[in-house]
Structures are given as structure tokens and as C-alpha cells.
């Protein structure tokens, strides 16, 4: 059906949840992003993780998401999940290896526990939209105010509210997509 259409076509259909442009963005473009990913993870079961896990973000922020050229969205996206996971696993790593290390004290677990939830919190702030991100960053790490904010980016109290609710509701929503992490290091401890 969008065979011969531009990616704009695409975008513009996509975003009224056409899920026949869904599946030729991903006929059309799958094979590279697997490309991007292998190169990346050298893994191709990690590669076709991170491609499946791109197309699946697409399609559910379909209705919000900013494209001005398709491919290089997508190219992004790619290296950017590759970057996030790699960052994840790496830090699972870390969390498997003191748990395995017998000499560390209860006191060290917490604190690399701790320190990847903070982590994961701030690169999953990085994904909020920017003013949301901000608004998030001003109160939630520099300890500022609803006013302070407001007045800092020249926008309403209630806008400032909007935003932190929406930044919060997000990042609960991804704490709870690692629960059964937590629930792992609470019982391999």
C-alpha cells in the first residue's frame, strides 16, 4: 500500500496509527537497523532485540514523536538503545559480581544498589521530553521549587506541575519494568 511513498507519507500515517505504514517502515528499513545493531552489539540475538524494541517505542509514541528524516531517527534510536542497554547490563554486571563477592559488607550492596537506581533514573529522565526533563532535573536533582521553576523557564506554576506529574508517572512506569530486577538482587543477597 505506501510501497512507492516517501517516508514523510509514512511518518504522517503512522502517526494516525495506519499499521499498514507501521509494517512498511519495518519492511523497509528492518535489515539496516539490524545492520546498526549488529555492528554495535556484535550479538545478533542482542541486535534483534534492540531493533524489535525500537520499532515497538515507535509504535507506541507514535502519536508524540518529533521525525524529520526517518532513517536517521531510526539510526539513532538503534544506537541509542544499544548505548542504554549496554549501560544496563554493564551495571547488572557490576551488581551480580558484589553479590558473588563475599567479602562485601551489607552496606556496599546498598550503595551499588543505590547508585544503578540513580543511574537508570537519570537515563530514563533523558528520555523525557526536554521541557519535562528540565522541569524534572530543576526539582528532582537541584531541589528547586514549583515557583523557583516557573520563574527559571518563564512558564505557569501549573505547567511546572503538568510536566513533574508527567515525569514522574514515566519513570514509575519504568521502575516498575525493572521490579522483577529488584526483586532478583533482593533475593540473590
Known amino acids: 500500500m505506501y510501497k512507492?511513498?516517501?517516508?514523510?507519507?509514512?511518518?504522517?500515517?503512522?502517526?494516525l496509527g495506519d499499521k499498514a505504514?507501521?509494517?512498511e517502515i519495518y519492511h523497509r528499513y528492518w535489515r539496516k537497523l539490524l545492520a546498526i545493531a549488529l555492528n554495535q552489539t556484535k550479538d545478533k540475538n542482542?541486535?534483534?532485540e534492540i531493533v524489535q524494541s525500537v520499532l515497538v517505542y515507535l509504535w507506541d509514541k507514535r502519536e508524540t514523536i518529533q521525525i524529520d528524516s526517518l532513517p536517521n531517527y531510526l539510526a539513532s534510536a538503534i544506537k541509542y538503545t544499544f548505548l542504554t542497554t549496554y549501560r544496563l547490563e554493564r551495571r547488572r554486571n557490576e551488581i551480580a559480581y558484589s553479590i558473588h563477592n563475599p567479602g562485601q559488607?551489607?552496606?556496599?550492596?546498598?550503595?551499588?544498589?543505590?547508585?544503578?537506581?540513580?543511574?537508570?533514573?537519570?537515563s530514563e529522565a533523558d528520555k523525557l521530553p526536554e521541557k519535562c526533563k528540565l522541569v524534572f532535573q530543576y526539582s528532582r536533582i537541584e531541589g528547586k521549587n514549583n515557583?523557583?521553576?516557573?520563574?527559571?523557564?518563564?512558564?505557569a506554576e501549573k505547567t511546572v506541575e503538568a510536566h513533574l506529574t508527567k515525569a514522574l508517572k514515566s519513570l514509575r512506569l519504568s521502575l516498575r519494568d525493572i521490579g522483577l530486577l529488584v526483586f532478583l538482587f533482593l533475593l540473590y543477597k
Open 4 to 15: 512507492g511513498d516517501n517516508d514523510g507519507v509514512l511518518v504522517d500515517a503512522l502517526r
Open 21 to 23: 505504514a507501521m509494517s
Open 46 to 48: 542482542a541486535a534483534e
Open 105 to 122: 559488607s551489607e552496606w556496599e550492596y546498598e550503595k551499588i544498589y543505590a547508585r544503578f537506581l540513580e543511574e537508570f533514573i537519570h
Open 147 to 155: 515557583a523557583e521553576i516557573a520563574a527559571e523557564l518563564n512558564i
